[in-house]
């Protein structure tokens, strides 16, 4: 069967990824055409569009590259219109995918939403519109299930993928050597995946490295970005980044400090005390906090409903708050806790099997509808 997936971000590329090799297991004969980025890549099929291309954060941002979106929008919709394929599988991004969803419905193309929107947090209405042009919707949230009865919406939870990609992980014995790291503990720094992420949280982060010396400062770099473009936050301190080891820096991480999204769940579930980051337009805060109906923004302190995981969001993420943050994560009773905590995180995530599990649930809705579809046309031309 031809598959299209369609991945707009780091952490889509890294489920959609995983879920090919799944469909690959499930149906040997697959065909995989997406939009992803280099993950999706190495697992086979046609890279159409690299997602570097279409991630921007904030009202401000998407408004000023709302053409480039729509560019991007259109060219979608002419590739799937043109390959036809027997699903469309759109992992999470839901402002572009609840779009080429509808858009779909009409080739009469069957959708699965991999990666639930996050509808619970704000704008609860649009469960109405997810009904309308998802027909298989896959959650990765155990609270999400009873959120969606609410809106008498069937729905298949399949666990979290994250724990599919850390159960495959193996760590490189040579991280450190390659990377010309010494012995001391290291301080990940996470700034995230998008550049007005990194612009806004990396000069906060960086500032930290002189008010603790003994130990060493080391920065994840996104795959979509280049050296140069990290160089210009980093104040001529020379920190290391390291790309495409993200997993073996938080294998290795004494702490970190994390842009809020799903690194912090990666970093919890390595067992990594952390601080959480956050920094957008002030326009965009205003307005989330106008909408928002949740009391955390990170999904560890979402998923313990209590505050776990510090969150510095906006002028709270200064220097002064990072360093005070930090200080308290590096020993002590305040770090025992955390740790702690992410214990009983673990037994509330589950176990690995979501890829597979929502691989398995894919191919078989699909055959069962072709199957159905099969029979029609033989009753009608009987």
Request: include cysteine.
């Amino acid at each position: 069967m031809k598959y299209y997936l369609v991945a707009g971000e780091a952490s889509g590329d890294l489920h959609g990824a995983n879920l090919l090799k799944a469909l690959k297991a499930e149906d040997p004969q697959a065909e995989f055409r997406f939009f992803g980025g280099d993950l999706m890549q190495a697992e086979g099929g046609t890279l159409v569009q690299h997602y570097s291309t279409m991630a921007y954060m904030g009202f401000a941002e998407v408004l000023m590259n709302i053409r480039t979106i729509m560019r991007n929008m259109k060219a979608c919709k002419q590739d799937i219109a043109a390959w036809k394929p027997d699903t469309l599988i759109l992992i999470d991004f839901p402002g572009f995918n609840l779009k080429i969803a509808e858009f779909a419905q009409t080739l009469g193309i069957p959708v699965c939403f991999y990666i639930s929107p996050k509808v619970w947090a704000w704008n609860q209405k649009r469960v109405h519109k997810i009904k309308r042009v998802v027909n298989h919707l896959f959650c990765i949230l155990p609270f999400e299930v009873e959120f969606y009865k609410q809106f008498d919406m069937k729905v298949d939870y399949v666990g979290n993928p994250l724990l599919d990609a850390i159960a495959a992980f193996t760590p490189d014995e040579s991280f450190l050597q390659k990377h010309k790291l010494n012995d001391k503990k290291i301080i990940a720094l996470l700034p995230g995946s998008r550049k007005q992420e990194i612009s806004r949280l990396l000069p906060e982060m960086v500032k930290l490295a002189t008010r603790f010396p003994e130990y060493q400062f080391v920065v994840a770099g996104a795959p979509s970005f280049q050296m140069a473009y990290y160089e210009q936050y980093l104040d001529g301190s020379n920190l290391p980044v390291v790309f495409n080891a993200t997993y073996d820096l938080l294998h290795h991480a004494h702490t970190a400090i994390v842009a809020s999204g799903t690194a912090v769940l990666e970093t919890a579930l390595f067992n990594v005390p952390q601080v959480a980051v956050y920094k957008a337009h002030q326009f965009m805060v205003t307005v989330a906090k106008m909408f928002l109906k949740i009391k955390y923004i990170t999904l560890v302190n979402l998923i313990m409903d209590k505050p776990v995981v510090k969150e510095l969001i906006q002028e709270d993420c200064n220097t002064e708050s990072l360093s005070t943050e930090l200080s308290q994560l590096l020993s002590g009773s305040y770090r025992n806790a955390m740790l702690s905590n992410y214990q009983e995180l673990h037994t509330l995530m589950g176990t690995p099997g979501a890829s597979a599990k929502t691989a398995k649930l894919i191919v078989g809705y699909i055959t069962k509808k072709r199957a159905m579809l099969a029979a029609w046309l033989y009753r009608f031309h009987r």
